[in-house]
């Protein structure tokens, strides 16, 4: 998972993270978990895909306390495919990247948008904010199937009696990511329907109404 936070609360989002049991690499640890993560053409190596942030330090060839529920890595800021700027890529482990973004919100979309295009276009974003304005103009440029506000990613994505989202264990990420739907998908997506047509009076819209 990627976080992108604004450089006001940087400092004290790192360490709330940190407070529930995150683990903040250092420059030489972070270097090291990044080989067993990824090779330098960037695929994703398979030793360390959902091990335990004490595994993936031991992998690493360093330890962490027995608490730390996760990992953390600093990323660059440069969302490219090249080796040097990896941490915006798909984890599959329990490893956060974090990123600081200055100034406007739309500097924050803006990371959002290159982020995706490096990977996970068409899945999910979130966005911890009470500004309407904000969510909005996030909803109306990120190619995503679902924007959780407020609410846990991966547990919220995959539907909850508290918000609405159909329960899944697949999600659809529509033609952004070259799936059929973007859709949670869910029993009406294994029903098959037969519709019956009848003819009905002609309801065309003209074309003022259609085009102005």
Known sequence: GNIIIAESIYDDAVKA?????G???????????????WDEDCHRLSDSVAQSP??????????IPADRKFLVATGTGSYT???E??????????????????????????????????????H????????????????????????????PQSKANAGAFTNG????????????GGNATSENVNLKHYMNVTWV????????PTDEELFG
């Open 54 to 63: 004490q595994k993936m330090a031991e992998l690493a060839g360093f330890e």
């Open 165 to 176: 989202m159909p329960m899944t264990s697949s999600i659809g990420c529509g033609t952004w």
């Open 197 to 204: 047509s009848r003819a009905i009076p002609e309801d065309r």
């Open 17 to 21: 993270l940190q407070d529930v049991g």
């Open 85 to 122: 700027d990896v941490w915006c890529r798909e984890k599959l482990s329990t490893l956060l990247a974090v990123h600081k973004y200055s100034g406007e919100f739309q500097n924050a979309i803006d990371t959002i948008m290159a982020i995706h295009e490096v990977g996970g276009k068409g």
């Open 124 to 151: 999910s974003v979130g966005i911890f904010s009470f500004d309407d304005d904000h969510i909005h103009r996030l909803a109306m440029v990120a190619r995503v199937g679902r924007i959780m506000v407020r609410q």
């Open 81 to 83: 495919t090249s080796y």
């Open 23 to 37: 683990y903040l690499l250092n420059a030489e640890e972070q270097e090291a978990v990044k080989k067993i993560m």
